[in-house]
T-cell receptor, first 110, second 116 residues
Framework: KNEVEQSPQNLTAQEGEFITINCSYS?????LHWLQQHPGGGIVSLFM???GKKKHGRLIATINIQEKHSSLHITASHPRDSAVYIC????????????FGEGTQLTVNP | DVKVTQSSRYLVKRTGEKVFLECVQD?????MFWYRQDPGLGLRLIYF???????EKGDIPEGYSVSREKKERFSLILESASTNQTSMYLC???????????????FGQGTRLTVV
């Protein structure tokens, strides 16, 4: 069992739809990262959160520490949101280095 | 803006060649990381460095070595490239260790290496 699991692996949506990507992890953490990787390969950090909710534009990230679960929501999705979304956590079992989920490939069609 | 720059976007090398992947960051970060990314496996840590001349093995160090002679530069070396090292390689840096609440990871644009 992976220590960080994302779902779904692939997601196709129509422009304007509300998107949810989920991330579950197996042990206690201090913070969770959401990252975005565009087709060119570069990765950018979207959010880092340790509790509650954060919002940036059309993106919202929530985390429930007790349930060891986080969600990334995209409101009014747009084709330019098409990317791979990756969650990452510093697991105690890995010496506080980041452990990554496998990623969710999102495709938003016009 | 923090910049992490990898020297090449695409590389094609022959089996047995010695390959150098270079990474430079301009924000005086202590920590630098090399990952490889493969379909279905996500990002896996090869090596990391928390200071000049310091290095630690990650989860998959076999077949790789690293060098950090200056704070801003972290090099990944494939001593004798093999076809199973064909992958996307990503460099990252951070100011603090990741269990600090204020630490963000900054990534390079990636190097897609093909070994033929």
């Amino acid at each position: 069992k992976n220590e960080v699991e994302q779902s779904p692996q692939n997601l196709t949506a129509q422009e304007g739809e509300f998107i949810t990507i989920n991330c579950s992890y197996s042990v206690g953490i201090s913070a969770l990262h959401w990252l975005q990787q565009h087709p060119g390969g570069g990765i950018v950090s979207l959010f880092m959160l340790s509790s509650g909710k954060k919002k940036h534009g059309r993106l919202i990230a929530t985390i429930n520490i007790q349930e060891k679960h986080s969600s990334l929501h995209i409101t009014a999705s747009h084709p330019r949101d098409s990317a791979v979304y990756i969650c990452a956590v510093p697991l105690e079992t890995s010496g506080s280095r980041l452990t990554f989920g496998e990623g969710t490939q999102l495709t938003v069609n016009p | 803006d923090v910049k992490v720059t990898q020297s090449s976007r695409y590389l094609v090398k022959r089996t047995g060649e010695k390959v150098f992947l270079e990474c430079v960051q301009d924000m005086d970060h202590e920590n630098m990381f090399w990952y490889r990314q493969d379909p279905g496996l996500g990002l896996r840590l090869i090596y990391f460095s928390y200071d000049v001349k310091m290095k630690e093995k990650g989860d998959i160090p076999e077949g790789y070595s690293v060098s950090r002679e200056k704070k801003e530069r972290f090099s990944l070396i494939l001593e004798s490239a093999s076809t199973n090292q064909t992958s996307m390689y990503l460099c990252a840096s951070s100011l603090l260790i990741f269990d600090s609440l204020n630490t963000e990871a900054f990534f390079g644009q990636g190097t897609r290496l093909t070994v033929v």
